[in-house]
């Protein structure tokens, strides 16, 4: 291997800057509609679960103590797989262009990983035909939930508004935020609801801005101006082309208040570099990231099935 290649202390530093640099710079979907949170350890507790109940009426000049206990449980984030991405360098040429942060090694493997945070935050994963399935944690997934982290609860059926024959409508729609509002989720000014879609609801939106003839209001508007959604009934809508579908080829478009969805963040996206001595001793550059996602509490998500 030439000296040129050999890693120093000045070249894995400007790799881990420039993957900073293409990760602030690269959209993360969800960032700033969840609550992200600094995470430690194998396990940390985001929340206590605790049952509704509610007070009582004393009796006069009763002397017995109320004997009404709590009962409930815990939510966690557990420390997950890394998500990761990389490859060994074997030319000069590369080499030299690694720690730019406008390279394709740079940029490549960085978007890899933000992928994979998002797909994390959402709690799914691609197979191998393209698709994306339900898996892990997250908004979708299952709650690691138990006093010691033990258990894992999915998401009930009581929270999806049936697919029907259609696909997103303003009739799922408004059950969707009503639900979710008698549920005590979005009422807040700062508990803001959002909903994830493809191009394909993105176009049911549309449909319904378009729908309103002559009663263009200012969602109608701006729908149709500039062909992207903007706020309806209080729900911002994240656009992409990564939402699950269910064993019925229905869509899976989850709304959720932000609040209610922690993600744990134990290392956010970082890149490293280094020489291999067991691969020739080769360059090697590596990007990662260690995050899991997990409901607050599960009637803070609705399920929104739509047929495509």
């Excluded at 420039?18 to 507790?45: H, K, L, Y």
């Excluded at 004393?58 to 109320?66: A, D, M, V």
């Excluded at 989720?185 to 394909?200: R, V």
Aim: a negative charge; proline letters at 5%; aromatic letters at 6%.
């Amino acid at each position: 291997m030439p000296q040129s290649m050999l890693v120093e202390a000045h070249h894995r530093l400007m790799y881990a800057n420039s993957v900073t640099m293409v990760a602030q710079q690269t959209r993360d979907p969800f960032a700033g509609a969840v609550t992200d949170a600094s995470a430690t350890g194998e396990a940390q507790s985001v929340t206590d679960l605790v049952d509704a109940g509610e007070y009582a009426y004393g009796e006069e000049r009763s002397r017995r103590n109320p004997e009404m206990p709590i009962s409930g449980g815990r939510r966690w984030v557990v420390m997950p797989p890394v998500i990761e991405s990389g490859q060994y360098i074997d030319k000069e040429d590369k080499f030299r262009t690694a720690t730019d942060p406008t390279s394709v090694i740079v940029t490549t493997h960085t978007k890899r990983v933000i992928r994979g945070k998002a797909d994390r935050t959402l709690g799914i994963r691609k197979a191998e035909d393209g698709t994306y399935a339900v898996l892990d944690g997250g908004i979708l997934g299952y709650a690691t939930e138990g006093k010691r982290g033990t258990s894992q609860v999915g998401l009930p059926s009581s929270q999806f508004v049936p697919v029907g024959t259609t696909g997103l409508t303003l009739d799922k729609l408004r059950d969707a935020v009503k639900t979710l509002k008698l549920a005590d989720f979005g009422m807040e000014d700062d508990d803001p609801l959002y909903c994830a879609i493809t191009p394909n609801q993105e176009d049911d939106l549309l449909a319904i801005a378009a729908a309103s003839g002559a009663n263009l209001n200012t969602f109608s508007i701006d729908q149709l101006r500039t062909g992207k959604p903007t706020m309806l009934m209080g729900v911002n809508w994240l656009l992409t082309n990564r939402v699950p579908v269910d064993a019925a080829d229905s869509r899976l478009c989850p709304i959720w208040s932000k609040k209610n969805i922690v993600r744990g963040i134990w290392q956010d996206v970082e890149g490293d570099m280094w020489n291999d001595t067991h691969a020739k001793n080769l360059p090697y550059a590596y990007v990662s990231a260690y995050i899991d996602c997990v409901r607050v509490q599960d009637k803070g998500v609705i399920v929104i099935e739509c047929k495509e």
